[in-house]
């Protein structure tokens, strides 16, 4: 299912046309707003990449109020740097909580049509935007470049249908106990099925939370193992795919189930120390601001992952063959 890009229309001068193939994308998430300048949009932009993905929590408005949100969004939509880089670059975006609603919001949201429209309001989503009417949230798909480079983007939406977490008893670290309960509804995951089965050379699955890091106590999938597997056994049979992931404040790549999750958390504002994580590929990850780069070698037939930070300097960094990002058994 190809569905309309979000290109930012009220804030660039003209449409962006889709690009007509992706070879080089970025990926973040957590623009806390209170940041001066936000430098890391700069950043971004110098590096020229056909596609920015950002994974949610592209604003701190923490409320169920849609026009609190609004302004919220529309003040981000007058920063320069901003501005700038949605004039150069194709931009696809999700949320998580805090651009959803407060902090840790889950499915029980008393006004999740009101934020979503909101949203969509403010990319300038068309009025038959699958996403202003489709059951279970702000999911979409999109597809880019020739048979042979072709790129399929899925952003996946945790937050409408997500499940109230049990809590943490033991006394560990964080709030949330691995327990019963859903992070994508019925649904978007026959939406999500139907997507994974289109034709694609290299796959991105976009989700705003931790897919294959161990359980942390805070938010990841594993706070729902069978939503887990659920999941693993798509993705197992859709490669080669790469997943990408927000919310902690810090960068890392993680393995689960053959299945490769890279991390970017904190475009601006507090990092937040490393959690213990079982999952992580060769200690590979980064403290501090920064987005993640996913450069493509079509003809090497590989990835290239980076992190760089707001002045540009690059960080903790690796390759991976396609034939390492296909997790069929």
Known sequence: MLLPLALGLALAAEPLPPPDRVDRIVVGSCSYDAVPNQPIWGAIRRRQPDLMVHLGDLVYADTEDDELLGEALRRLGRRPRFRKLLRHTTFLSVWDDHDFGPNDSDGRHGNKEGVRDTTLDFWMAPADDPRRSQEGGLYGSWSFGPEGRRVQVVLLDTRWSLSPRAARTDGGVGRYAPGAGQVLGEAQWAWLEAALAQPADLRIVGSSIPYATEHTGWETWANFPREQAR????????????????????????????????????????????????????????VGEHAAEIAIDWEGQAV??????PSGREHAGTTLPFAQLDPAP
């Open 304 to 309: 290239q992952l980076r992190f760089f930070d």
């Open 231 to 286: 999941l693993s056994r798509l993705l197992q049979q859709a490669g080669p795919l790469l997943v990408v992931s927000g919310d902690v404040h810090y960068g890392e790549l993680s393995l689960h189930e053959g299945v490769y999750d890279l991390t970017s958390s904190g475009l601006s504002g507090t990092p937040y120390p490393l959690l213990p994580n079982a999952h992580r590929v060769d200690e590979l990850a980064h």
